[in-house]
């Protein structure tokens, strides 16, 4: 009965998670702007949410003998939503971050996590004002 | 929390970015130095970036920061003046200067302070974001 309450908080919740580590990739392809080789990534959003409000599979993991391998699977909620985005002006150094793509995607991603939030503030309200009982 | 880490990201690469700064500002000090203390003629230098996977193993692979692998010295020979009244001349009259560009090296610092300010806009963002999460439920 009482978990009926929460479960709508529960997407929003998932979304809200997704949305800070989207904003972490984005913070990683701006701090890598400069170094050669990088290649920019960014997140498929809808299908890392499909994922992550689905029943998850147990993921399997490659295993790591070194600081900086990448582990494969289990890759946080986002796991296999993870994309390499492409260079829009090719580099000499074969970086692809594009600045200006990366400051409007996180312009983007922090309107929308504000707007997540906003949903669970109201949710909360919502919730509290119908178990005030005037 | 993946959102704090966005501070560890941004902030190596700011560091680097700064040091890539001091580099530029050691090679634009030294644009006209004729020897250096080893007898030598100044090397323009050059700082390496390199990624640097910020997660713990089994933790999401999504923080990338940056870091400075190494600073590379410009091997290319100085530039030779004949100027025979100079005291560092040598046999033939010339003088060797440091190897310093000092166009390529403002563009450097120009992109660099661009980096800089685009990493602290970062951080000021995920701040906030964060300051707005810490009073979900008050409002």
């Known amino acids: 009965m009482l ?3 929460t479960d709508t908080l529960d997407f929003q919740g998932q979304a809200l998670a997704l949305r800070s580590e989207r904003q972490r990739l984005l913070a990683s392809n701006i701090a890598n702007a400069d170094t050669p080789g990088y290649v920019a990534r960014d997140m498929n959003f ?8 689905a029943a998850a ?49 996180i312009a983007d991603n922090s309107v929308r996590y504000e707007a997540t939030l906003r949903f669970i503030n109201a949710q ?6 119908a178990i005030t009982g005037q | 929390m993946s959102m704090f880490s966005i501070f560890k990201v941004s902030g190596s690469a700011v560091s680097a970015q700064a040091q890539r700064l001091n580099v530029v500002a050691s090679n634009l000090a030294n644009a006209d130095t004729v020897a250096g203390p080893d007898g030598q003629a100044y090397k323009a230098r050059q700082v390496v970036f390199q990624t640097l996977m910020m997660g713990a193993p089994g933790q999401p692979e999504s923080a990338a920061g940056v870091a400075v ?13 004949h100027d025979p009244k100079h005291p560092q001349a040598d046999a033939d009259g010339y003088v060797t200067y440091s190897n310093v560009n000092a166009v390529e090296e403002m563009v450097n610092m120009i992109s660099a302070s661009r980096s800089y300010q685009n990493n602290i806009e970062v951080m000021n963002t995920a701040k906030s974001l964060l300051q707005k999460t810490l009073q979900m439920g008050q409002s």
Not at chain 1, 46 to 53: D, E, P, S, Y
Not at chain 1, 124 to 129: C, P
Request: net charge positive; charged share 20%; glycine share 8%.
């Open chain 1, 46 to 53: 809808a299908q890392a949410l499909r994922q992550a409000t």
């Open chain 1, 3 to 5: 978990n009926r309450l």
């Open chain 1, 57 to 105: 599979p147990a993921a399997r993991t490659l295993a790591t003998s070194q600081p900086g391998h990448i582990s494969g699977g289990a890759a946080g909620a986002a796991g296999s939503a993870l994309e390499f985005a492409t260079a829009s002006q090719t580099n000499l150094d074969r970086n692809t971050v594009d600045m200006d793509r990366e400051r409007a995607s």
């Open chain 1, 124 to 129: 909360v309200r919502t919730l509290t004002s």
């Open chain 2, 69 to 81: 692998s190494q600073i590379a010295e410009d091997q290319t020979p100085g530039r030779r003046v």
